[in-house]
């Protein structure tokens, strides 16, 4: 198996020093059980998805993590939310105390932390493998094969192909736990709905488009989709907001967090069918908007991720807010550059001024210009740290 490096264990490994508990969170098969252990080796591993395991230690929750304090990791702790309390009373006993806790449930896991170590915990995300991880590797894969591949570890690191990988992730995690949280019985219309998402991508959530195409109402759909964003499925990207006069759209975009998901539940399965799949370009944007979304989770940052369009149709693909000042992207899956791909840039800069620091056109060709005025760079090359 080959290993690749886990660019949030460099924050890990600094924020360990400063607090007793680090929660890593994330999607399933993310690698949030192998980044722990690569980065603290010599602590004490449980995996509590062994209901064995669970009725063992709350027999004595308190002693067992008493016993193990100073060097633990729990994963898959949202199977136990009775035992956040006990970790509160052991870190606070004892200040030397150091806890890794580990869930792929956002919801449970992050209710459990608020109200049991706020003020205890440093909580990180830890998404599928970025382009940017994986390095020289992507340099030798087409666009296509990257988009189809995602970013599973098992994809990369075992050789595993992606269609097995998503086909076992989709009817394992999404369609089993998904399902039974939400106690849905009518498997057909969630099947439906999560694929009608992945036609949607790039464009913006209107529950009651999707309540007319599936015949479930628009409350319930909205139950559904923010369960699929808590079990990092899907994220959403919010509309850019400034009181600059205009009317601006309030509803957010739909992104897939694994684009070889995304292409699994849009029956797309080998790069022939990618290539001249209608919704290949939202793909492209999917890709590189996660890439964005990767990068600053990893570096330990909230996301600050957004887009522009007002009224008039006027858009930018992606804002990032970074010190006060925002970046610009367009994003293209081109592999040629035209000039009408900076309209959208453009009309930013005029209407934001000087707080628009750099504007850039990302796509799917081979030159790289970067400059702080309508630069232009492959997705391969994103000059992240400006």
């Not at 009725?55 to 929750?61: G, R």
Request: glycine share 6%; aromatic share 10%.
């Amino acid at each position: 198996m080959k290993h690749i490096n886990r660019e949030l264990s460099n924050e890990l490994k600094r924020v360990h020093e400063l607090y007793s508990v680090l929660v890593v969170t994330g999607p399933r098969q993310s690698g949030k059980t192998t980044l722990c252990k690569k980065v603290f080796p010599d602590y004490h591993y449980i995996n509590l998805e062994d209901l064995s395991i669970r009725e063992q230690i709350m027999l004595a929750p308190k002693a067992f993590l008493q016993q193990y304090s100073r060097g633990l990791i729990l994963d898959e702790v949202q199977n136990i939310p009775e035992l956040f309390s006990y970790v509160q009373v052991v870190v606070d006993e004892d200040e030397d105390s150091k806890i890794i806790l580990t869930g792929s449930r956002n919801f449970a896991l992050m209710e459990s932390v608020t109200q049991s170590l706020a003020g205890r915990a440093a909580v990180f995300t830890l998404l599928p493998i970025s382009l940017k991880e994986l390095g020289n590797e992507i340099q030798q894969k087409n666009t296509d094969e990257l988009i189809l591949n995602g970013g599973y570890p098992a994809v990369w690191g075992k050789g595993i192909p992606v269609q097995d990988i998503s086909r076992n992730y989709y009817t394992t995690y999404v369609e089993r736990d998904v399902r039974q949280l939400l106690n849905i019985q009518d498997v057909n219309s969630f099947q439906i709905f999560i694929r009608l998402c992945a036609g949607r991508i790039g464009t913006e959530l209107n529950l009651n488009a999707l309540s007319n195409e599936t015949g479930v109402s628009s409350p319930t759909l909205k139950q559904w989709f923010s369960v699929l964003e808590a079990s990092y499925i899907v994220f959403k990207l919010p509309p850019f907001y400034k009181n600059i006069g205009k009317r601006l759209v309030k509803s957010p975009k739909i992104y897939f967090t694994d684009t070889g998901l995304a292409c699994f539940l849009l029956g797309i399965e080998n790069e022939k069918q990618l290539e001249t799949h209608p919704l290949r370009g939202a793909l492209f944007e999917n890709m590189v908007v996660l890439e964005f979304l990767k990068n600053r989770l990893n570096s330990g940052k909230l996301p600050y991720l957004y887009f522009y369009r007002d009224k008039s149709q006027k858009e930018v693909d992606l804002i990032e807010k970074n010190a006060g000042l925002i970046n610009g992207y367009e994003i293209k899956s081109a592999k040629a550059f035209n000039k009408s791909f900076v309209d959208g840039l453009n009309y930013l800069r005029r209407i934001l001024g000087d707080e628009v620091a750099s504007t850039q056109v990302i796509y799917d060709g081979e030159l790289n210009i970067f400059s702080p005025e309508n630069g232009m760079c492959n997705f391969r090359n994103i000059p992240f740290d400006k």
